[in-house]
């Protein structure tokens, strides 16, 4: 540990998890928020996608596990589910078929944002050396006199105080999509970076149900959308037996949010199964939209930015949330930033250029998961949205993914493999195992050229 002061900016997972830990490596850690924070695991006006489903992925909950044990049993405590793979998530693979159920010990917690955000900050509060100072805006960087070195920030309560500035050895900037550090980049005169977006147009819309008695033939209900169609859903169990409902469409064609044409719409799916699970169901709130879903990258990479001063989360890179990625990544850029600080010894001066060029390469495959599934909206040939056209190289990729996720019901040995790289234990190349590229081979080409019927796997 150095004898120095750490600037979090933004108490969300990403803040919160850097805080953790910057926590073990500097004398003081302050967290600067926005926000007035909730004492239990309620919603706050700074994270309106918290009201939807959130999908807290394996290695997310091992990292989180990891930096605060016993954590999943505070989420199991508090009345959050296990979602086995395996037994408990039913998923649509085509307009026909589910994937199959698999035996298998790869598993996470089904929780709201809202608990999961809850049970780190009660953790992270609990540290002797982090304090929050919430209700502030953080209204720039203090910098040296040549401008290299960020040596503070300036503080704005929200309300009559007057702005202060806060000195601090190292600054994190870790408040998501509303990060303002290009606009303090340009004010400073120093060069902002480059933005790659892909913006397929999806908007989801949601609402709590409660889960009925004795019900127990799932946890998760995912039925995303699969060509030619652009419409999917989704129910998640979560704590308090509370069904979080969720619906989607791709290149704007929204759900709505009036009752009866919320029901048609999930009516529309290729599939009977979620329409057929809400139709009767007990509403537990109203229906809440959220389209605030491109994914973007900010290369701060490319760029020489100011030393002690680093950026990670949305901040650096937001995910079209429908994938699910955002907590996960978060803790893996956290995580990251402690293995750079100790690899180069708390050398402060060093850290900001390495770090953020390692984020870069950490976010790379998380990026392909997510933007070569909305690429292929994207270039639908009634499509609409922002993205590069992808190359022949890209276009193979998404194919054979495709031809992958096909094939599940005939090999459910690729389920498994599926399911390490979304929950990001795997990168996207185990999809190029020799067993599973001849298995694809076998089952979508060379067996239907042969007259035979497919192999298919039982699913629950």
Known sequence: ????????????IAGLMTARVLSERFARVTILERDRLPNGPEERAGTPQGKHVHNLLVRGLRIMEDLFPGFDDELAAAGAPMMNYGRDVRLLVSFHQWMPNVETDFASRAASRALVEHVIRHRVLALPNVEVCERVIVDGLLMNENKQRVTGVRVAPRGTSEPYDMQGDFVVDASGRRSRTPQWLEQLGLPTPETTVVDSEVGYATRLYRKPKGFDKWTVLYMPARLPSVRGGAIFEVENDIWMASLGGYNRQYPPTNEAEFLEYARTLPQPDLYDAIKDGEPLSGIISYRNTRNIRYHYERINLPTHFVLLGDAVCGFNPIYGQGMTSAAMGAVQLGETLDALHGDLDAVTAQFQKQLAALHDSMWLLATGEDLAFIHLESGSG?????????????????????????????VQTLFEITNLTKPPTALFHPRIAVSVLWHQFIRPRLGMSPKVAASN
């Open 1 to 12: 540990m150095i004898d120095k002061h750490a600037i979090v900016i933004g108490s969300s």
């Open 386 to 414: 922002d993205g590069p056209d992808p190359g022949w190289f890209d276009r193979f990729v998404q194919k054979y993914a495709g031809y992958c996720v096909v094939t599940t019901p005939s090999d459910p040995h690729i």
